[in-house]
């Protein structure tokens, strides 16, 4: 009995669109997922190179060992050309404190420099909180208190403590959503503020996702100003990450001094639920080994160096140094005079700090595990021109290209920060 040939090729057409659907669903899901987290700030949840992405979004290299692509820097702020030039007024104090990592500070320091513009009052610096009682630390030892002060400058008045003379009976605690708006400010916390003279605020998180809609509207680029335009790390914090980052380009010498940043941390991996399935089989997270075979077959060379944001090495990541040797956790490639300053204190906010700005930094990332780490990472790559991030995903072929696998707050603009560039 003879074969159709019409049939085998209509078949093979059928199997190769399932694979195409299949990975397009998985992107979306992974993304989608951070919209399901209710609750406060500590909850936790997740969602070769021979084309180009529409739009001219990232080009390929051509004539480099991977599938690495060119930044672009197309982008620019909008909002300095939409700042009112208003007077700074200072009526009362909205203080605040930043808490659980840098991937929620930005979200923290936007809202009340949100809402101390709308009240006309003063913002005073935050203290920064660690996960455990009693771990507290200052402003000025992560970031730069003089360079977000300078930035507000022309929009708020921003002083670095309460004066002595205001009680902390006098200030009342107003719990405010992320990407809070103007009229929620008006509706919900200025009374407030008129009855108490003075507040303290405190973000919640009702989704961890960071996707514009088209019931946001035009952001406020006082938002924008404070999300992109504010927080630098202090000059000797600062210092440590670029002497990382050179660390991990001189070990890059054959792929043109580029790298990987993974973010993937063992303790989260472990947490309950972080295996379980979605839409088409998609999982929330990957492991060391599911990561080191997703970037293989994407073409990515055994010479490849990798940073991964596990705190310290782990048994469970051997398998991904057999397949990239040049995989490092921070404690190798941080120098050894600031390793009992940055890596051996009781708080981990210095890390995660470095680990963020590492991330946001490097040629590549890939996020195996989905979260507001993954969504403010990506707008912060967005500023700086580097669009390349890269969602995980289990490849059934032998090889695929990068680009399919481009996440989609890029691949389709929808991030918050489309908003604040153009």
Not at 68 to 85: E, I, V
Not at 403 to 417: M, R
Request: aromatic share 8%; hydrophobic share 35%.
């Amino acid at each position: 009995m003879g074969v159709d040939l019409r049939q085998v090729v209509a078949g093979i057409l059928t199997i190769t669109m399932f694979v195409m659907l299949g990975q397009m669903l998985h992107r979306d899901y992974y993304d989608s997922l951070q919209e399901k987290a209710q609750g406060d700030a500590h909850d936790i949840e997740f969602e070769g190179s021979r084309v180009s992405v529409k739009d001219s979004l990232v080009g390929a290299l051509e004539g480099n060992k991977g599938p690495w692509m060119d930044d672009n820097n197309d982008l620019n702020p909008c909002w300095p050309t939409l700042l009112s030039d208003e007077a700074v007024s200072s009526k009362g104090y909205v203080t605040f404190s930043l808490t659980n990592g840098p991937e929620y500070h930005i979200s923290q320091i936007t809202d009340a420099v949100m809402v101390a513009k709308h009240l006309g009052a003063t913002l005073v610096l935050p203290d920064i909180r660690g996960s455990k009682p009693g771990d507290e630390r200052s402003f000025e030892d992560i970031y730069n208190a003089d360079k977000l002060i300078k930035s507000l400058d022309n929009v708020i008045k921003v002083v670095k403590q309460l004066p002595e003379e205001v009680s902390l009976r006098d200030i009342a605690i107003v719990k405010v959503p992320t990407r809070v708006t103007e009229d929620h400010i008006k509706e919900n916390i200025e009374p407030i503020f008129k009855s108490k003279g003075n507040i303290r605020v405190a973000t919640y998180f009702p989704s961890l996702n960071l996707r514009k809609s088209s019931q946001d509207g035009e952001t406020d680029p006082v938002a924008c100003l404070a999300m992109f335009g504010s927080l630098e790390l202090q000059p000797e914090l600062n210092a440590v990450v670029e002497s990382m980052i050179e660390r991990l380009r001189t070990h890059s010498e054959k792929s043109g001094g580029r790298f990987i940043a993974v973010d993937l941390r063992i303790e989260a991996l472990e947490k309950k639920n972080c295996h379980s399935t979605g839409v088409g089989g998609s999982k929330t997270c990957y492991n060391a080994q599911e990561i080191a075979v997703f970037l293989r077959k994407l073409g990515f060379a055994g010479d490849t160096t990798i940073y991964l944001t596990q705190p310290r090495w782990d048994s469970s990541l051997n398998i991904l140094k057999d397949i990239f040797p040049k995989t490092f956790t921070k404690e190798a490639v941080m120098p050894a005079s600031k390793r009992s300053k940055y890596l051996e204190s009781e708080s981990s906010e210095y890390e995660n700090v470095i680990d963020f700005y590492i991330s946001s930094r490097s040629d590549v990332f890939v996020p195996a595990i989905s979260g507001l780490f993954y969504a403010n990472t990506v707008g912060k790559r967005i500023a700086l021109g580097k669009p390349q991030v890269l969602v995980p995903a289990e490849i059934s072929e032998s090889s695929s290209l990068a680009t399919d696998f481009i996440s989609p707050y890029i691949s389709k603009k929808n991030h918050l920060a489309y908003s604040c560039f153009c």
